[in-house]
Structures are given as C-alpha cells and as structure tokens.
C-alpha cells in the first residue's frame, strides 16, 4: 500500500477521548491523513456502542485499513471487527493501557511518532499476527458466543480486581485499578482451577491463570514476557498461591518480566486452552468476556496490522 497512492482509510477515534490530553489525537490523525491525500473517514461518536456500530458500517465497504485511536478496548473493538478479513488494523495509541502497541513496538507517549508510524507502514504490507478465538457463553444471553484477542486474556486476581475496578465510580484512570487492587489483596484466597492445554488436563490451585498472545496487560505488566504475536502459540502462565506478603514481593517484578524466575510462576506453551474455575470472570485485552469457562484457540496470521514502519 504504497503513500502515492491515495487510500481509503477508516478513522475511528476512542469516546472518552473527545476531552482532556487525547483530545486533539484523532483530528491529527486525520488531518495527516488526508493531507497524503487519504481519503479519510472520520468516525466519532458519543458512546462506545454508537461506534462500534459505524465502525462496522464502515469496514462493511472493505476499505484500506481501519485505523483505532486510543487505548487496548479500541485495539479491542478492531480485533473483534478485522479478525480473519482482509483489512489491515492501524493504532494510534493514546490511552492508558497500551499494551498492544508497546507489543508490536510502535510509539506509546508520543503522538506525533505514531502518526508517522502509522504513515510509514501504510506504504508496506501489512504485518500478519495471530489472535486468539474465544468460545464462551454470553454472561447477558446465556448464548454461546466468540470473542477475539490480540494480547492478553486472563482469569484470576487481576480479574477479579478488574471486576472490583469496573464497580468504583472513584478515582479515575489507574489510581481507581489500585484501590481495587488493595481492596481485593485484603481477600486474597486460592481459587481452583482446572486447564485443559492442548487436550492435557490439570486441576491446581492458583492466584492467576494468563493466556498471552503478546506480552503486557494492565499498562506495562509483562505478564508473558516472552510471548510472540506471530509463532503460533500461547503462553500460558500459572501463579501458585501465594501469601499477601510473597505477592506484594513478587507484583512489581512483573513490569520486568522477571516473575518468571520465581518457582512459584510456571509458564507453557499451547494452541488450546480450556479454563474452569467458579465465580470467575475472563479479561481479554482489558474487557470483560465473561464468566469462566472459556475454551481458547490461536489463530494463526488471523490479523493483519499496520506496524512495520
């Protein structure tokens, strides 16, 4: 997809980022866009709900790329949108997380590197990654139903903090995830699981079951440190229970990846992965997918992504 050669291209730009710091990140996106002679559809709605549903309007006349502009819940949106179709997925990371975009090396902090990130790779192929297809059953309709992911999906403490976040109205941003985190260390407990990795059963008790295509969750947490979007498998990682104090010892170890040198921390590889355990939710990407159990596949090169620039 060369730059001289004026591209269709589908913009959709994060809700929540209509004010504060993000606020002026999509209209640069699209005035760089447009003046490469792009033409550019320009997709901002006030509600996550209402763009989803232009976006998939959009991409319903194939157009060169959709390009998401904000955190892992918009890289979120594009995977479930683009998973096994032809259009490529571009990122303007400007949200809190971004933990796709760090995966896949493009700038994160710097808007104006993303942007001409994004420009150079406009003019390779698009780079194809595997996703991951979750079958699950819809907490809402009691339907089985399918959700992908790109990064990571997990199913325990940080879950259940998730879960305890998402009910907070106070604080914001990050600070709100670590009150939920001291609030739910307070009842930090065993859960049982039973896994299922490529038709080899085991039935442990841990603090934390993650299944990563790529490395980080939660802005920076390398909780698969070496996982790869492109070889083909996960990496499953099981945290053994711990006391408050070895997880307080161990949590900021994972920001450098070197959790995985603890004993207590096991990591495996596998194309697919049944999780069960009670009362516990499954995060993908940072979203909430629903209640264990979920029975997870790599999909190999089922995602084409614009990051080779």
């Known amino acids: 997809m060369p730059t001289s050669t004026p591209l269709t291209i589908v913009v959709a730009i994060n809700p929540s980022a209509s004010f504060g710091k993000s606020r002026n990140v999509g209209p640069a996106v699209v005035r760089r866009l447009r003046d490469l002679g792009h033409t550019v559809t320009s997709l901002s709605e006030p509600s996550f709900e209402r763009l989803r549903a232009a976006a998939t309007a959009a991409i319903a006349d194939a157009p060169d790329a959709l390009v998401v502009v904000g955190g892992d819940g918009m890289v ?40 001409e990130a994004l420009v150079r790779a ?40 998730n879960e305890r976040a998402n009910r907070l109205r106070r604080p914001r941003g990050k600070s709100r995830y670590l009150v939920a985190l001291v609030i739910e260390l307070a009842r930090l407990r065993p859960i049982r699981y039973r896994l299922v990795l490529d038709g080899v059963e085991t039935v442990t008790d841990a603090a934390l079951v993650a299944v990563g295509n790529n490395q980080s969750i939660g802005g920076g947490m390398r909780v698969t440190p070496d996982a790869l979007v ?21 949590f900021p170890r994972v920001f450098a990846g070197t959790h995985v040198t603890d004993p207590r921390v096991s990591i495996r590889r596998a194309k697919r992965v049944r999780i069960e355990a009670d009362g516990v939710a499954a995060y993908a990407d940072g979203e909430r997918v629903s209640l264990l159990p979920v029975d997870i596949e790599i999909v190999p090169g089922a995602l084409r992504v614009l990051a080779g620039g």
């Open 122 to 161: 406009l003019a390779l192929p698009p780079r194809p990654i595997d996703a991951g297809r979750i079958r699950h059953t819809d907490d809402a309709t009691g339907k089985t139903a399918t959700t992908w992911f790109a990064c990571v999906l997990s199913a325990g403490f940080d879950a259940i903090v």
């Open 76 to 115: 979120s949106m594009g995977v479930n949108l683009l998973a096994q179709s032809s259009v490529p997925l571009g990122i303007i990371p400007s949200g809190t997380g971004n933990d796709m975009a760090r995966g896949l090396g493009l700038p994160v902090g710097d808007t104006a590197a993303a942007i």
């Open 230 to 250: 492109d070889d083909g498998l996960f990496d499953v990682l099981v945290v053994t229970p711990l006391s408050r104090v070895a997880f307080m010892r161990v």
